[in-house]
């Protein structure tokens, strides 16, 4: 993805992490004081949230049937309305709470803010309101951490014409660990990384180049999965690392540079 740094804004030194599930917006949160003390010791870190399982709630509650397509959800006007009202609302104000309270400030923004991501709906027709990440403008991200903030993002963005787009949490976060040229982008999801023969969780694969993960076929969920590792290395990402969301343990260790599966260049 092209992006926009001006020298006079790049911060340094600083991971992208890409939050769900169990992770996002707990009272008296572990994994943020974890993150807390990292930040107080001078780390610099955006976050990037998802939440398919609140929005799924809230599908179900208004009766809206919801499918996926290529791991990705499709999104009609009618699911594109509860998505935004999720993601932007009741997300992220959890999240940008949970750091508040572990003592981080914290200021948080959807993908639309600031024109941060500029997003286009995705093509094929199959998908409905889907956007996929043209750019990302990284001005408002480093000003934010300049400035002493932890910056937390929504990845809900806007494309040229207004259309409010449903954006992969994975897709935004990794084009934004490119354009920022994150030392490492770690992935927080529901399972213990990218496995090679799916879903064999003996087939986890520890550590890959990207050459040899974009020759490998993958299927359902782990596409997009996939697909946000590959762009997020190939943008500027120094390293990328999907672990399992559901351990602290995990969490811990990648922060740390350990487990899960580790891609590089």
Known sequence: ???????????RNMKVIKFGG????????PWMKIIAGLWNAGEKFVIVHGGGPQINEELKFRGIASEFVDGLRKTTPEVMSVVETVLTGSVLRSVVRALQEAGIPTVGISGSDGGTLNVEIRAGGKYGLVGDVVSVDVRLLNAVMSSGFLPVVSPVSTDSKGQALNVNADLAAGAIAGALSADQIIYLTDVAGIYRNWPDEN???EEIDIKELQAMQFSEGMIPKVEAVINAISSGAKSARVIDGRSLQAFEDALAGKGGTCVRK
């Open 1 to 11: 993805n092209r992006h926009v740094c001006p020298r006079e804004f790049c911060v």
């Open 22 to 29: 169990h992770a996002m917006g707990e009272a008296n949160s």
């Open 203 to 205: 087939s986890l694969i």
